[in-house]
């Protein structure tokens, strides 16, 4: 039987999160501390622990199948690689930023200056777009350093809270592309692993669908019914049930959780009691 073979970044943030979304898929890693790789014991998957910069060409030579791995890695290193999935965590942006003293009015103030960053071609190919050229300054890492040592006039790197750039007297002043961890696959991947793919990818949407949502049930009126019905974002049809008091039923519905306090007001106005709301672990359409 096949086995699919899956990368992901070996230590951070990335590492935890993509270990989370194997495991609510139902997937059990046998992995220690220190492994660079790890076998699933319930289905058909073997995990790489790999450096994250070094993903990209793993997809492209075939040596794995798919990469759990933030798309902003890809615009730089994977030309050609698809995404089968957006996964929803670890979101970031790929920003321009400056010292805080500089006089920034637009793009074309950077035109010909040392821009720092460890994204070379993307940060060429942007500044190309405006007709640019700029003075690239690789560097692997603490980029944020740059300006303060006069390496660099700014730096091109990822950007989360903004906290970092604070500290280092920085600010934002172009975004340049949003990113977040996205399920990628190889070129070269057989159809026999494909199948898995879309198994693995059918897993993963169920997981990502209960996560944005909530299950709810309240009492209502039998006669408000329809006007609570109206405000539910059902996925087919009301589920109501009869309570033993007349006159009065159980309503079931599922909310998404980002717009949920707004319509937890909306049917308390229309009439529901005792609304219960509850996480789901998995939704399957």
Known sequence: MSTLKIAIQKSG???????????DCGI??????????????????????????????????????AAIV??????????????????????????VAVPKTFEYNSIKDLDGLRIATSYPNTVINYFASFGMTVDI?????????????????AI????????????????????IL???????????????????????????ESVLRARKS???????????????GKILPVLRSLTVLPLAQEGWSSVHSVIDKDTFWEVIDKLKDAGAEGILVCPIEKMVL
């Open 13 to 23: 943030r990335l590492n935890e999160e993509s270990i989370q979304i194997l495991k």
């Open 28 to 65: 059990s890693i046998d992995n220690g501390n220190d492994q660079l790789k790890a076998e699933a014991t319930n289905f058909p998957l073997e995990v790489l622990f790999l450096r994250n910069s070094d993903i990209p060409q793993y997809l492209i030579d075939g040596v794995v199948d």
């Open 70 to 95: 933030g798309d902003n890695l890809l615009v730089e290193k994977g030309k050609g690689i698809e995404v089968a999935q957006k996964l929803g965590f670890s979101k970031c942006k790929v920003s």
């Open 137 to 153: 300054h690789q560097i692997s890492g603490s980029v944020e350093i740059a300006p303060n040592i006069g390496l660099a006039d």
């Open 156 to 175: 091109v790197d990822i950007v989360s809270s903004g906290s970092t750039l604070f500290k280092n007297n920085l600010k934002e002043v172009e975004v």
């Open 178 to 204: 949003k990113s977040e961890a996205v399920l990628a696959v190889s070129p070269k991947i057989n159809p026999e692993n494909q199948k898995l793919i879309d198994t693995l990818k059918f897993r993963i």
């Open 214 to 228: 909530r299950y709810i049930l309240m009492n209502v009126p039998n006669d408000k019914i329809d006007e609570v």
